[in-house]
């Protein structure tokens, strides 16, 4: 639905089909995983059949942005989308805050829009099987948090393993969780920066996928520290996701490998081990 706000309220979805319809629109196939620690490699990035038909914006890779607030973050991926800047486009925007600037920013990029409130459904799981719902029809390959103030829980993480993106105000593993910038100066440290890493079951602990320093000066306040933090999260976020869409991330364990420009990851027929190829 075009530019429209709804409430979804239906707690009757069985998660299951959901989880069914989300891997069916391509979502399952992002995360290669070899053995029971969960290590292996991904690529976010759909690889579209011959036989697709797909082409023009829907070859390029489906971000579902979830927000809570302002919407910084959505606007500069939005802006980078728009310029060209990363192949990628925005699916859908979903806030579980009613009036959040995030949504109006959204309708005015005529792109599709939802509250879901969270408090309309008696537990977690049928709030993120409304999400999932949302996520599975526009056609989501990558979720993106963007100041969503809610942990992640199993269904998302579930439908969409290793293909939630968070974004960070400290250099993690430092200072986790509400508050970051104010835990920085308060404990006093001279740099502190940004985090781009995929989202996992913990508090800010998933594997981390770009960071940059930002020095801590004299006399700063939260005020003037965060604006020079989101002066780099409306960089380092784009970048992050057009490595994504450009198929450039291995990741082995906690550790996630970025590969030069002009490779990308691709299988070899029959195996499920990566090899970096030249485009």
């Not at 500069?76 to 579980?96: M, N, Y």
């Not at 719902?133 to 439908?159: H, P």
Request: glycine letters at 12%; a negative charge; hydrophobic letters at 40%.
């Amino acid at each position: 639905m075009k530019g429209g706000i709804a409430s979804a309220r239906r707690e009757s979805e069985d998660l299951r089909s959901i989880l069914r319809a989300v891997y069916q629109k391509g979502g399952g196939r992002g995360l290669h995983i070899r053995g029971e620690e969960r290590t292996g490699w991904f690529i976010v990035r759909r690889q579209m059949s011959e036989d697709s038909g797909s082409a023009g914006d829907m070859s390029l890779l489906c971000l579902g942005i979830l927000a809570s607030g302002s919407g910084t973050n959505l606007q500069a991926i939005i802006d980078s989308v728009e310029r060209g800047d990363v192949p990628a486009r925005v699916g859908v925007v979903v806030s579980d805050t009613a009036g959040a600037q995030a949504l109006e920013r959204a309708k005015r990029h005529d792109i599709p829009h939802f509250h879901v409130d969270p408090e309309a459904f008696s537990s977690k799981e049928s709030y993120e099987a409304a999400l999932l719902s949302i996520l599975g029809r526009e056609g989501v390959e990558l979720v993106v948090l963007a100041g969503y103030l809610r942990l992640v829980g199993k269904g998302l993480l579930t439908a969409y393993p290793g293909r939630i993106l968070n974004i960070h105000p400290s250099l993690l593993p430092a200072f986790p969780g509400l508050g970051a910038v104010g835990q920085a100066i308060g404990y006093g440290v001279k740099v502190t920066g940004v985090t781009v890493h995929i989202v996992d079951e913990g508090l800010d602990t998933g594997p981390v996928i770009l960071q940059e320093a930002v020095e801590v000066r004299e006399g700063d306040t939260e005020e003037t520290l965060l604006e020079r933090l989101h002066i780099v999260e409306h960089r380092l976020y784009p970048e992050a996701i057009r490595l994504i869409a450009e198929n450039r991330l291995v990741l082995e364990g906690r550790r996630v490998s970025i590969l030069p420009p002009g490779e990308r990851v691709k299988t070899n027929p029959g195996s499920a081990t990566p090899t970096a190829a030249r485009n």
